[in-house]
């Protein structure tokens, strides 16, 4: 019975916390917290159970109100929708355990507001994932931007401005995409994505048609940062309060990759894309560049959030690049990825939320190797998330580059091959500037006497421990990412 419903439930529960949080925050305002973990991680358990139920299964679709399309509203329950749907709800759950204690020093009079916040996000992300509406994607679209809004708003004096600033180009961004559904309903008089699918063949060359197709991919490479669409990003992350940053970044632009991958390549179909308009191929530059971009960015930081949202810039661009090859071993890289970073992103938002807890800042020039001796459980969380990052085997980063490389060697695309290859060592040279100056001692410090006994200074368990737990999955996940892979083969088209 519960599989049946399953498509409804787990974003319910984001729905109905989001609900419960205010009402029992009249009694006591700490509550909100420990609540909005419980719902997270209800959702989180029915998206595991959802997976391990669901693999290999015909697509589950859920009609509202026993009306099927065109007239009623579904939501569709495949390989791919449970598979994201575990990976951005696990990772939130682990995210708001590790904001019990920051949040007292970070939003302490916001709570009740914060937290209801996020479960809207999370049901707008939910959303996203599951419908297989174009119209009720742009609905939950907005849920989870507007809610991204607020969340980024509660930060530091700059924050308002940056979600200001990222309100402008979202808002930019939704109404290409709303304005691309309009044509797209005008030449097919449904929403519905399969019934558009079985459509596209007769009417591939209307123009109309393109028009929808360049102004929703616009619309949601807005929303998914690519590549120079990404400008509200760095501030947005940087100026965010730390929970709203490993939050945000590890899976925001992920859904809304997905949906890129949802609409192209369900909706549309890759081939027919190409034989109309060449932008798949537009598609690959633009990730090309924005790996290169935000890589180089990255090295020119000083402050570890923003350093890890320039990042953020160039992960994406390895996503994109990945399902825009337009091959089964390109999309499983992209899907890959879209887990590994998520994993590696939280965990290192994570570890540069714990140092502002315990030192006051994230600045990478006051990093020194007393870090390794005050933060050994946060330090070697970093090392494993950014070895991850660089694609270091047997981590999990590795696997998901592995599989792009093969995916770019199998289309002979040599240009891409380079720009993947120069981006890790990119990569290796901001991450290691860190682990040089936390695990090596500074040759012009002159030592005089025995050194100073330095404590262990570690945050609470409660932010330890995801953080490490993160750091650990990163390895698990590489040496067991076979059985993933041929899990994502099986959800491919």
């Given at each position: ?47 595991l159970y959802g997976v391990l139920t669901h693999a290999g299964s015909e ?435």
């Amino acid at each position: 019975m519960i599989e049946s419903h399953l498509p409804v439930y787990i974003p319910f529960t984001f729905l109905a916390f989001s609900l419960v949080i205010p009402l029992l925050a009249i009694w006591k305002d700490d509550w909100s917290q420990p609540v909005a973990t419980a719902g997270a991680g209800g959702a989180a358990l029915l998206s595991l159970y959802g997976v391990l139920t669901h693999a290999g299964s015909e697509p589950l679709r859920y009609y509202f109100g026993g009306w099927p399309p065109p007239v009623g509203i579904e939501f569709v329950y495949d390989g791919l929708s449970a598979f994201m749907l575990a990976v951005v709800n696990i990772v939130t759950f682990l995210v708001l355990i590790h904001s019990r204690k920051i949040r007292l020093a970070e939003f302490a009079s916001k709570q009740m507001a914060f937290y209801s916040v996020v479960m809207l996000m999370m049901l707008g992300f939910n959303g996203m994932i599951l419908t297989g509406d174009l119209f009720n994607m742009f609905v939950f679209l907005e849920i989870a931007s507007l809610s991204g809004y607020a969340l980024i708003a509660i930060g530091g004096k700059p924050a308002p401005v940056a979600a200001f600033r990222y309100l402008i180009i979202g808002t930019v961004g939704g109404s290409l995409y709303l304005l691309g559904v309009g044509f797209l309903y005008n030449v097919t008089g449904t929403l519905n994505m399969k019934d558009v699918a079985d459509m596209l063949p007769l009417i591939a060359a209307e123009r109309s048609l393109v028009t929808a197709l360049i102004l929703m991919a616009v619309g949601i490479g807005i929303k998914s940062a690519l590549f120079p669409m990404h400008g509200w990003l760095p501030d947005s992350y940087t100026h965010a309060s730390s929970t709203s940053s490993a939050l945000i970044a590890p899976i925001g632009t992920k859904v809304a990759a997905y949906v890129l991958i949802r609409i192209l390549l369900f909706t549309f179909g890759l081939e027919q894309i190409n034989a109309v308009v060449p932008l798949t191929t537009i598609l690959g530059l633009l990730a090309c560049a924005g790996i290169l971009y935000g890589s180089i960015m990255a090295i020119a930081q000083f402050e570890l959030k923003r350093m890890l949202a320039y990042s953020s810039v160039a992960q994406i661009g390895y996503i994109i690049l990945g399902f825009s090859l337009g091959s089964v071993l390109g999309l499983i890289g992209a899907l890959l990825h879209v887990l590994n970073h998520a994993v590696m992103k939280a965990c290192l938002f994570m570890v540069a939320a714990n140092l502002r807890l315990q030192e006051g800042h994230s600045d990478i020039r006051r990093m020194d190797d007393s870090y390794r001796l005050k933060y050994p459980g946060t330090m070697a969380a970093f090392t494993l998330a950014a070895l991850s990052m660089i694609g270091l085997p047997p981590l999990a980063g590795f696997f998901s580059k592995w599989y792009l490389a093969l995916a770019v060697i199998e289309k002979s695309n040599w240009l891409f091959l380079v720009v993947l290859l120069v981006s890790s060592l990119l990569n290796a040279v901001y991450f290691f500037r860190i682990l040089e100056k936390v695990y090596l001692k500074n040759p012009k410090i002159q030592e005089t006497g025995a050194p100073p006994i330095t404590p262990r200074q570690e945050p609470p368990a409660s932010m330890l421990w995801p953080t490490l737990i993160l750091g650990v999955m990163l390895l698990a996940l590489g040496l067991g990412n076979v059985p993933i892979v041929n899990f994502l083969e099986g959800a491919a088209p």
